[in-house]
């Protein structure tokens, strides 16, 4: 069985990805894939070179992230050109990768923890989908206190998600991460006992 996993930003999706990990699940990570593309020698990164030039790798070879960062950023219409180069290549590594996993053990729950899934989801294919969900105030309140933003801008970076409440409605599970630490594992023991895992 396999499922992916999602949320929004600051509604504690590691915290649930590492629960599940500890209780036996399969983990692939979508973001640990996308800096797996962008290793010196790989395909993908040579693609990168080709399309926004030398300047965008350091001596070494590696991807310089902050200059292709500010790039993108002063370019918003370069940002389509890099996900045409980079999001195809990360999509396949997951797919397989979760295939290799099932494949291994049959039993094994596999999680697939994807942060923008369900704004890429018609090119997913997963038996469900586990949405990691709080409100928006209380989004917005971890959001400034994790990363000590103003509200403008933990505003501002929650709307160019799409909205929790929309992936809640989208999603086959949710958990509820709102409450306390304690309340969020009753949720996911619940789950791990519906699926009849051990």
Same mark, same amino acid.
């Given at each position: 069985?396999?499922? +992916?996993? $999602? +949320? +929004?930003?600051?509604?504690?999706?590691?915290?649930?990805?590492?629960?599940?990990?500890?209780?036996?699940?399969?983990?692939?990570?979508? /973001?640990?894939?996308?800096?797996?593309?962008?290793?010196? +020698?790989?395909?993908?990164?040579?693609?990168?070179?080709?399309? *926004?030039?030398?300047?965008?790798?350091?001596?070494?070879? $590696?991807?310089?992230?902050?200059?292709?960062?500010?790039?993108? *950023? $002063?370019?918003?219409?370069?940002?389509? &050109? #890099?996900?045409?180069? $980079?999001?195809?290549?990360?999509?396949?590594?997951?797919?397989?990768?979760? &295939?290799?996993?099932?494949?291994?053990?049959?039993?094994?729950?596999?999680?697939?923890?994807?942060?923008?899934?369900?704004?890429?989801? /018609?090119?997913?294919? *997963?038996?469900?989908?586990?949405?990691?969900?709080?409100?928006?105030?209380?989004?917005?309140?971890?959001?400034?206190?994790?990363?000590? #933003?103003?509200?403008?801008? &933990?505003?501002?970076?929650?709307?160019?998600?799409m909205d929790?409440?929309?992936?809640?409605?989208?999603?086959?599970?949710?958990? /509820?991460?709102s409450g306390?630490?304690?309340?969020?594992?009753?949720?996911?023991?619940? *789950?791990?006992?519906?699926?009849?895992?051990?």
């Amino acid at each position: 069985m396999n499922i +992916g996993l $999602t +949320g +929004g930003i600051a509604t504690g999706k590691s915290s649930v990805s590492a629960w599940l990990v500890q209780h036996g699940a399969a983990l692939v990570d979508a /973001d640990l894939i996308a800096r797996e593309v962008m290793m010196p +020698g790989h395909p993908v990164l040579q693609q990168v070179r080709e399309r *926004f030039g030398e300047e965008m790798l350091n001596e070494d070879g $590696t991807l310089n992230r902050k200059r292709l960062g500010e790039h993108i *950023f $002063t370019h918003p219409e370069e940002r389509v &050109a #890099l996900e045409g180069i $980079t999001h195809p290549a990360i999509r396949s590594l997951i797919h397989s990768r979760v &295939a290799e996993l099932e494949a291994a053990d049959p039993q094994r729950l596999v999680i697939a923890d994807i942060p923008l899934l369900l704004e890429a989801r /018609d090119a997913y294919r *997963f038996d469900e989908i586990m949405v990691v969900y709080v409100p928006r105030d209380i989004q917005l309140q971890r959001l400034m206190a994790r990363d000590g #933003l103003t509200e403008e801008q &933990a505003a501002r970076r929650l709307a160019a998600q799409m909205d929790i409440e929309e992936k809640k409605r989208i999603a086959d599970i949710v958990i /509820d991460n709102s409450g306390t630490p304690e309340e969020t594992w009753q949720q996911l023991q619940q *789950f791990w006992r519906s699926k009849g895992l051990s």
